[in-house]
């Protein structure tokens, strides 16, 4: 088996209590093998042509989902330098599962670590859209979190 499994976890956040629980699991994986962290938050912008055109304030709620990202990020941070864990901070925009995946592959991650259902739980009921769609199309191992 190999020494270090992992060198880089990503730990895909949106501020939800699954992904509270994932960013521990993350960052504790990390530790025991020495790997990094990315702490990884996309500002969505799933629902950007319906705020805009019948809501008429996609600024204002992007910039609402920017300062969530911030907090989510922040406390992946803190659980990294409570375990002695380098954690980069990592701000995407645009579809998350897209991104999640983009990001994996471009940064040469090797596990993916994210919760259940997160902020659009409504969609789903065994596991949110979001990490359905990355469990099924990562190309290295996806760690989901209840």
Known sequence: MEENLFKKI???????????????????????????????????????????????????????????????????????KEAGVKVEPVFLKGIPAEKILEYTEESNIDLVVMGTQGLTGVKRFLIGSVAENVLRHSKVPVMIIR
């Open 10 to 80: 990503l730990v895909a956040t949106d501020g939800s209590e699954n992904a509270v629980k994932a960013a521990s699991y993350g960052v504790n994986i990390a530790k025991a093998t020495g790997a990094d962290v990315c702490a990884l938050y996309v500002v969505s912008t799933e629902n950007a042509v319906t705020t805009r055109t019948v809501m008429g304030w996609s600024e204002a709620f992007e910039e609402y989902l920017a300062n969530k990202g911030g907090a989510a990020i922040a406390y992946v941070e803190k659980l990294g």
